[in-house]
């Protein structure tokens, strides 16, 4: 478990650069936000968690499959991340961040450019005003 990489990972670099090269500029990784998010764009106030299908259950994913040994541990384990992503978007909400979530499984080749045009169409949208 030491060699999975929790940062800078290739999902989360695919979507950085593709960003970075539209001109938005952000933070990584900012721990003084609940949850750390993986980018931070402080002028939209929005962050961006890049998660893995299997490390965040995404359900009905085929990249989202329990291990056939130690169930019980993985579950547990699992359902603890999905415990905290929860309750780290809801904080990040209450504190009036917006959050989007891209999966891993969405920035395979099939569906990377539709994720991408998807996530840009988002941000240029900017926040909700009231």
Same mark, same amino acid.
């Given at each position: ?16 650069k593709?960003?970075?090269a539209?001109?938005?500029?952000? +933070? ?7 949850g750390a998010p @993986? ?9 961006? /968690? ?5 490390w965040?259950?995404h ?14 541990w993985?579950? @547990? +384990? ?21 959050v989007?979530?891209v999966?891993?499984?969405?920035? +395979?080749? @099939?569906k ?17 005003? /009231?």
């Amino acid at each position: 478990m030491k060699q999975i990489k929790g940062k800078n990972t290739r999902p989360e670099m695919l979507v950085r650069k593709f960003l970075h090269a539209l001109g938005f500029r952000y +933070k990584l990784h900012d721990k003084s936000l609940p949850g750390a998010p @993986d980018l931070v764009l402080p002028c939209l106030r929005t962050v961006i /968690f890049v998660h893995g299908c299997f490390w965040h259950k995404h359900e009905n994913c085929r990249y989202f499959v329990v291990p056939g040994t130690r169930r019980d541990w993985w579950m @547990d +384990k699992i359902g603890k991340n999905v415990a905290n992503d929860r309750k780290a978007g809801t904080a990040l909400v209450e504190l009036g961040w917006r959050v989007l979530i891209v999966w891993e499984c969405d920035l +395979k080749i @099939d569906k990377i450019n539709e994720t991408l045009a998807n996530l840009a169409v988002e941000l240029y949208a900017g926040p909700k005003s /009231f």
